[in-house]
């Protein structure tokens, strides 16, 4: 019992192998693509594995404390940040190779000409509660 | 009114059922139904007979269910046929119960989340909320695990190993939710040791009773974790402890030993030690010895390279963590811990940051790195 996160980047994965922006697909397979991601969550709720699932819009505010009594700064967006997070999924399950089989699943998600995606997924586990027993 | 004793009663009022010949997954659902209708009437209206009152009334939910289900389906059978609700029995098949939850066929997680719900009598939000999923995921969760074992037939004889596993995963859990985990856990463990006589799992029991009479010093108020030798003995709690020590004497002298005694003995010589100085670790090492005997975990020789480099001095205890493979989990913490005991605080601070790179979980994380922190300030100063 264990919970990873699936992590979708918009930037700073390596590359996919069907690496076409998803204004370029046709519309009926933007519409798989959906579908395919909200099968996959409802199958993963009907196996008890699915914790949560969301996505980010591209751009954001970077922002920091400015000093007692000032507004906080706020910065960005910047084009050339590296690392830029598109959504994620939270998965509860009972290894790291289920983990592992469930976000090679989520990356064949189809893409343009209906063939999949083979996008890259950052899988990373949660810090857990200490165990009970440790000695 | 005391929910811990309206649990206690799940098991058996769900094996009744199955008796008079309730499908598992039907009358489950018909026990917590009832159970969710007892927290409701009794506290204004408590029944003479608790146990009988959930019999009468899971057993009226199971066959309303049944109807509604066989009219949907056009066909009306064998659902009329109730059997006169006699004399409750006086076989208590909570052992089956126990068996048929933690059934080999299931993953732990649905072993576990059974166990609690079919045994335990929690409800779906609850186990849901201990572990951190949502309520809809977990009841999925039990549902499928329920349709696992619906072709197991329920006489017959189960693993105790494979419910002592569940058990002790449920324990070790710790103490998120609204949900006491652990105490659920040394509960559901004493209920199993009523039982069925067997001395691992009193073993079992013994180790849980150990860990938790420490429960209360070994986080601080502001919730990092306090070192066993750092943790203020005079709060540990002696009734526990007193009660393990007893189960476990009981146990060891039937001379079947098994690894959950094994581990259970060397938490009971932690309890004995007045002061961390005065621990035996000699013989804490020959538990461990007789543990790696039974399991040959690696992580029980991690811990066991502890122990050497406490009973033998630090050098003995890198000895005997050389022949170990460095990707175990704790390592680095481990061979940080003996290379500062052995005066080399630079390596020490250097692998003190790299178990916090690797620590598992925050409260450890944030432990490791407050080591290494101390002694980069030391050798700075």
């Known amino acids: 019992m264990a919970k990873y996160l699936l992590l979708k980047h918009y930037r700073g994965a390596p590359a996919a192998v069907n690496d076409v922006r998803m204004d370029q697909w046709t519309p009926e397979e933007i519409s798989a693509h959906m579908q395919y991601m909200r099968d996959f969550a409802a199958r993963l709720e009907g196996t008890g594995e699915f914790v ?66 083979h996008e890259w997924l950052e899988l990373r586990p949660f810090l857990t509660e200490p165990p009970t027993i440790t000695e | 009114m005391n929910e811990a004793l309206l649990r206690s009663l799940t098991p058996k009022v769900l094996g009744i059922l199955v008796r008079r010949g309730a499908d598992f997954a ?78 080999p066929s299931l993953t732990p997680s649905s072993a576990v989340a059974l166990t609690l719900r079919a045994v335990g009598g929690l409800t ?90 420490r429960r209360a010093t070994r986080t601080a108020p502001d919730g990092s974790l306090v070192p066993l030798a750092e943790q203020d003995r005079s709060r540990w709690d002696t009734t526990a402890i007193a009660e393990g020590v007893e189960i476990l004497q009981a146990a060891l002298a039937r001379d079947r030993l098994g690894e959950f005694q094994a581990q259970a003995a060397i938490a009971a010589l932690h309890a004995d030690a007045p002061t961390a100085e005065e621990t035996d670790w000699v013989q804490i090492v020959e538990w461990y010895d007789e543990l790696a005997r039974l399991t040959d975990s690696p992580v029980v020789r991690l811990n066991r390279a502890v122990a050497v480099g406490e009973a033998d001095g630090p050098r003995a205890g890198l000895a005997a963590l050389a022949a170990l493979d460095d990707a175990l989990p704790r390592h680095a913490a481990v061979t940080a811990y003996l290379h500062e005991r052995d005066g080399d605080l630079t390596t020490a601070a250097r692998l003190y940051a790299e178990a916090a790179r690797r620590a598992p979980n925050l409260a450890e994380r944030d432990h490791l790195t407050r080591q290494a922190a101390r002694l980069n300030a030391r050798r700075d100063r």
Not at chain 2, 26 to 52: H, I, M, T
Not at chain 2, 143 to 153: E, F, I, L
Not at chain 2, 184 to 205: F, S
């Open chain 2, 124 to 213: 779906t939000r609850q186990i849901a909320q201990a572990y951190l999923v949502p309520e809809a995921t977990m009841a999925q969760r039990i549902s499928r695990a329920k349709r696992t074992v619906s072709g197991v037939r329920f006489d017959q004889p189960g693993d105790v190993a494979t419910v002592l596993r569940v058990l002790y995963l449920v324990f070790n859990e710790g103490y998120s939710g609204d949900v006491d985990l652990a105490a659920e856990a040394i509960r559901l463990t004493r209920q199993l040791a009523a039982a069925i006589d067997h001395p691992e799992v009193a073993g079992l029991l013994a180790l849980m009773l150990l860990h938790h009479a």
């Open chain 1, 52 to 117: 949560d699932a969301q996505a980010l819009a591209p751009e954001g505010t970077f922002v920091r404390y400015d000093g007692e009594g000032r507004p906080p700064v706020t910065d960005g967006p910047f084009a050339e940040t590296k690392d830029l997070i598109a959504g994620w999924m939270v998965i509860d399950v009972d290894s790291y190779e289920r983990a592992v089989e469930l976000a090679g699943e989520l990356s064949a998600a189809p893409g343009a000409g209906g063939k999949p995606i």
């Open chain 2, 26 to 103: 039907a009358a489950e659902d018909a026990v917590q139904d009832a159970l969710v209708e007892a927290v409701r009437v009794w506290p204004a209206d408590p029944p003479q007979d608790p146990k009988g009152w959930l019999v009468t009334v899971s057993w009226r939910r199971f066959l309303d269910a049944a109807r509604a289900d066989a009219a949907r389906r056009r066909r009306e059978d064998l659902v009329d046929e109730e059997p006169a609700p006699g004399p409750a029995r006086a076989v208590d098949d909570t052992l089956q119960l126990y068996f048929l939850c933690a059934h």
